[in-house]
């Protein structure tokens, strides 16, 4: 005490010298208060209004980011700008228990070239799945540019259900395009690679061994959406690849609407630059070979078949993007150019080309089928696509500028110059045939020199928010995107996306199908078969069955665990100490654990996840014998003498009067639920149904404890009662948790 009133005084002298008065806090303040503490302008006001959500508000978009090299994506929430989720994609994420339950594990393995786990990825470019080019809020696609991947995401559950190696690029461009009914998933080649994976001269085999290529990803879609997610799937067996000439390929699209069956694209080779079309229709439909287990249509055929042409550009684009309605696609090099896709189509349908390029492709007059270009006066990174017919953004990097232009009329109609220098430019839904929204983002690295705090030599990515929906464009926030080096993204109208909240009870949610591991309350046991054992447990408010498992040294284990619960966020983690395994299982789901049990002694497992007050509780312990250990000792019983006897006796009947007034609260919330008609309320009916599943399990103590005390048994019978008693805590907890949202739901509805 004495020292701590000696520290005061002492900070309260310091304070004194430096002259520095501790802020006063105002308990209660005015906007204007605010505003006038703050230094807050009038406009700055306006911005946070725009993008404030108040408790229970919705965004209104759904925005997707790939993380980059950490192989995650980032689900976030426009105009809030607010972090929703981070899912692991091409790399475990230990939250939710990707690639280090056995399910997901498998997942990951199976894009694996040497069958070890990918730790990191290059995810850049998502696409969202579509339909009739407008975005049907399914499914969400990455392409890992380190290590040739491609994955599938359900956006049912929001997570990663697919990621395919591509068996022939090394390189891969670390984007991905759907055509406009997600029939093909296009993945292409970056830098030129052999496809074999053998060593060559560069300097005699470079055009020779050297290749570069386009993969068409057939992908199986099912209509509707089944109980356990969208049915859809990427068929390696159904997909194709072009096979082309070392080219380095960069950005590409896939036309949709007036050039639906079109894919184009930029390729480089020294210091020519091109845009390629390829026929995506004749191509899927040719004759193909077979390389490294995957479908190739050879360079050669291609050629005879007239599926790829070029047209040549001034310099080394970085940008190509399809209009909304495909009637022109524009590069980004030196200049801004709009090229016409129909005049493109029509010379490559009748072989009007002037040239020839690298390896034979013909070449088409860029001047007979560019519709104008723009000269914005910088370079520029971006082009985005809005709602309103015909207008596009550009973003000037070095001027500073984000230029709002007409891509038919060729002008431009207004702009906003920034504090920083915009790259990546991105409006929800600008990427498909409905672009939608009054908003516009832009990713930015350089407004953290003067406008963020730093946190050491690496920062995190940011985007910013800007308002399009008026003729005068405006800032509203800056939004910080960490462990992310940010490229582009995707956004869809929030309403589109209709996520689950529970799977069918024994769900294995990556392949959406049953788990064949689904185990039920009262069923839950433990199987071995020489050293290989498996446990059948279930987690439920707050129990994991079984609580003790006895393992010897050695054993290969298996924890398959499932989520009894159904009502909404009841998700239960699940990690035995030291073992370096993680589950997350979410209501419903099954999912598996494998480990060798290789060191001795006592590991207790538990539920990891703040699932109920009583969360902790959710425990057990496994027990991991040594080689050759004995059971010793006597047999285990103990005679009890007769006062021993008599103090079980009165302690059971102490506990059965506790219990008999625990039911008693548990009937009157029943009663009150009942009244209250507690049915029509699904979430408060799935609250109630896991209670009720909570008292079933607890029916076999209830037999038990009557069956001991008839015998006499009075301590096994005290035992049976209290674990009775702990059930009936259980189920009271989950009952009295219902009453409160039921009760909360009925003043809403007032
Ligand atoms: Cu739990």
């Given at each position: 005490?004495?020292?701590?009133?000696?520290?005061?005084?002492v900070?309260?002298?310091?304070f004194?010298m430096?002259?520095?008065?501790p802020?006063?806090?105002?308990a209660q303040?005015?906007l204007?208060?605010v505003k006038?503490e703050?230094?807050?302008?009038?406009?700055?006001?306006?911005?946070?209004t725009k993008?404030f959500?108040?408790?229970?508000?919705?965004?209104?978009y759904f925005?997707?980011?790939?993380?980059?090299?950490?192989?995650?994506?980032?689900?976030?929430g426009i105009?809030?700008?607010?972090i929703y989720k981070?899912?692991g994609?091409f790399?475990?994420?230990?939250?939710?228990?990707?690639?280090?339950?056995?399910?997901s594990s498998?997942?990951?393995?199976k894009a694996?070239l040497?069958?070890?786990?990918?730790s990191?990825g290059?995810?850049?470019?998502?696409?969202?799945?579509?339909?009739d080019?407008?975005?049907?809020?399914?499914h969400l696609?990455y392409s890992?540019?380190?290590?040739?991947?491609?994955?599938?995401?359900?956006?049912e559950?929001?997570?990663?259900?697919?990621?395919?190696?591509n068996?022939?690029?090394?390189?891969?461009?670390?984007g991905?395009?759907?055509?406009?009914?997600?029939?093909?998933v296009i993945?292409t080649s970056?830098?030129?690679s052999?496809?074999?994976s053998?060593s060559?001269?560069?300097?005699?085999?470079?055009?020779?061994?050297?290749?570069?290529?386009?993969?068409?990803w057939y992908f199986?879609?099912v209509e509707?959406?089944?109980?356990?997610?969208?049915a859809?799937?990427?068929?390696?067996?159904?997909?194709?690849?072009?096979?082309?000439?070392?080219?380095?390929?960069?950005?590409?699209?896939a036309?949709?609407?007036?050039?639906d069956?079109?894919?184009?694209?930029?390729?480089d080779?020294?210091d020519?630059?091109y845009?390629?079309?390829v026929?995506?229709?004749?191509?899927t439909?040719?004759?193909?070979?077979?390389?490294?287990?995957?479908?190739?249509?050879p360079f050669a055929?291609?050629?005879e078949?007239?599926?790829?042409a070029?047209?040549?550009?001034?310099s080394k684009?970085?940008m190509?993007?399809v209009?909304p309605?495909?009637k022109?696609?524009?590069?980004?090099?030196?200049e801004t150019?709009?090229?016409?896709?129909?005049?493109?189509?029509?010379?490559?349908?009748?072989?009007?080309?002037?040239g020839e390029?690298?390896?034979g492709i013909?070449?088409?007059?860029?001047?007979?089928?560019?519709?104008?270009?723009?000269?914005f006066?910088?370079d520029?990174?971006?082009?985005?696509?809005?709602?309103?017919?015909?207008?596009?953004?550009?973003s000037?990097?070095?001027?500073?500028k984000i230029v709002?232009?007409?891509?038919?009329t060729?002008?431009k109609e207004g702009?906003?110059t920034l504090d920083?220098m915009p790259?990546?430019?991105?409006v929800?839904?600008?990427?498909?045939a409905?672009?939608?929204?009054?908003y516009?983002?832009?990713?930015?690295k350089?407004?953290?020199?003067?406008?963020?705090?730093?946190v050491?030599?690496?920062?995190?990515?940011v985007?910013?928010?800007i308002?399009?929906?008026?003729?005068k464009?405006?800032?509203?926030?800056?939004?910080?995107?960490p462990q992310?080096?940010?490229?582009?993204?995707?956004?869809?109208l929030r309403?589109?996306?209709?996520p689950i909240?529970r799977?069918p009870?024994?769900?294995?949610?990556r392949?959406?199908?049953?788990s064949?591991?689904?185990t039920v309350a009262?069923?839950?046991?433990i199987?071995?078969?020489?050293?290989?054992?498996h446990v059948f447990g279930?987690?439920?408010?707050s129990?994991i069955?079984p609580e003790?498992?006895?393992?010897?040294?050695?054993?290969?284990?298996?924890?398959?665990?499932?989520?009894?619960?159904l009502?909404?966020?009841?998700?239960?983690?699940f990690?035995?100490d030291?073992?370096?395994?993680?589950?997350?299982?979410?209501?419903?789901?099954t999912?598996s654990?494998?480990?060798v049990?290789?060191?001795?002694?006592?590991?207790?497992y538990?539920c990891?996840?703040?699932c109920s007050?009583?969360?902790?509780?959710?425990?057990?312990?496994l027990?991991?014998?040594?080689?050759?250990y004995?059971?010793?000792?006597?047999?285990?019983?103990i005679?009890?003498t007769e006062e021993q006897?008599?103090?079980y006796?009165k302690?059971?009947?102490?506990?059965?009067q506790?219990?008999?007034?625990t039911q008693?609260?548990?009937?009157?919330?029943v009663?009150?639920?009942?009244?209250n008609?507690?049915?029509d309320?699904?979430?408060?009916?799935?609250?109630?149904?896991?209670?009720?599943d909570q008292l079933?399990?607890?029916?076999?103590?209830?037999?038990?404890y009557?069956?001991?005390a008839?015998?006499g048994?009075?301590?096994d019978?005290?035992l049976?009662?209290?674990?009775?008693?702990?059930?009936?805590?259980k189920a009271a907890d989950?009952?009295?948790r219902a009453?409160?949202?039921?009760?909360?739901?009925?003043?809403?509805?007032?």
């Open positions: 005490m004495m020292l701590f009133t000696k520290k005061i005084l900070l309260g002298l310091v004194l430096l002259g520095i008065v802020q006063k806090l105002n303040q005015t204007n208060d006038k703050r230094g807050l302008t009038d406009d700055d006001v306006l911005a946070a993008t959500m108040p408790r229970g508000g919705r965004d209104e925005g997707f980011v790939g993380t980059g090299n950490s192989g995650t994506m980032i689900v976030y105009p809030s700008m607010r981070y899912v994609v790399s475990p994420e230990p939250w939710q228990g990707y690639g280090y339950d056995d399910e498998l997942v990951l393995k694996s040497d069958d070890k786990i990918d990191y290059d995810m850049r470019f998502p696409a969202l799945s579509e339909t080019g407008n975005y049907d809020g399914k696609f890992d540019g380190a290590n040739s991947r491609i994955a599938m995401l359900d956006l559950d929001f997570e990663t259900k697919q990621v395919l190696s068996p022939l690029f090394i390189s891969t461009f670390p991905v395009a759907v055509t406009q009914n997600t029939q093909w993945q970056q830098f030129p052999t496809w074999n053998r060559v001269d560069l300097k005699t085999d470079y055009d020779s061994k050297l290749k570069s290529g386009i993969t068409f199986h879609s509707g959406t089944s109980k356990t997610g969208h859809g799937r990427l068929l390696k067996e159904k997909s194709v690849t072009l096979e082309l000439p070392p080219y380095t390929l960069g950005y590409f699209d036309g949709k609407l007036l050039s069956g079109y894919v184009v694209g930029l390729a080779k020294g020519k630059h845009a390629y079309i026929d995506i229709k004749k191509v439909g040719l004759k193909t070979i077979e390389e490294n287990g995957f479908a190739v249509v055929s291609a050629l078949n007239n599926v790829i070029f047209v040549e550009l001034p684009a970085f190509l993007k209009t309605k495909g022109y696609f524009i590069t980004i090099d030196d150019t709009v090229f016409d896709f129909g005049k493109i189509k029509n010379a490559f349908t009748n072989k009007t080309y002037t390029a690298d390896g013909p070449v088409i007059d860029a001047k007979a089928v560019t519709h104008g270009t723009m000269d006066g910088g520029v990174i971006d082009v985005a696509f809005e709602y309103r017919p015909d207008i596009a953004y550009a000037i990097h070095d001027a500073k709002r232009w007409n891509y038919e060729l002008k702009e906003i920083f790259s990546y430019l991105m929800p839904q600008g990427m498909s409905s672009p939608h929204s009054n516009l983002t832009a990713v930015d350089e407004v953290l020199y003067d406008n963020l705090t730093s050491g030599p690496v920062r995190p990515s985007q910013h928010l308002d399009i929906s008026g003729d464009m405006a800032n509203l926030y800056t939004m910080t995107l992310c080096n940010m490229y582009g993204s995707v956004a869809v309403t589109t996306i209709k909240i799977y009870t024994g769900t294995n949610s392949t959406g199908e049953t064949p591991f689904k009262g069923k839950e046991k199987e071995r078969q020489g050293n290989r054992v279930t987690l439920i408010r129990h069955t003790i498992v006895e393992v010897n040294q050695g054993d290969i284990v298996t924890f398959h665990l499932t989520n009894l619960e009502a909404e966020d009841e998700t239960h983690g990690t035995i030291t073992y370096g395994k993680h589950g997350s299982f979410e209501p419903g789901k999912a654990l494998t480990f049990a290789d060191r001795e002694g006592a590991f207790p538990y990891t996840e703040f007050a009583l969360h902790l509780e959710m425990e057990g312990i027990m991991v014998k040594p080689k050759g004995k059971e010793t000792g006597g047999t285990g019983e005679k009890l006897l008599a103090e006796k302690n059971y009947e102490d506990k059965l506790v219990i008999a007034q008693d609260v548990i009937n009157g919330v009663k009150w639920l009942k009244d008609n507690y049915q309320h699904p979430y408060v009916k799935a609250l109630v149904g896991d209670a009720v079933n399990k607890a029916t076999a103590a209830k037999e038990n009557e069956k001991y008839n015998e048994k009075w301590k019978a005290f049976w009662a209290e674990q009775y008693f702990q059930y009936q805590v989950v009952g009295l009453k409160t949202l039921l009760k909360e739901k009925l003043e809403e509805e007032k």
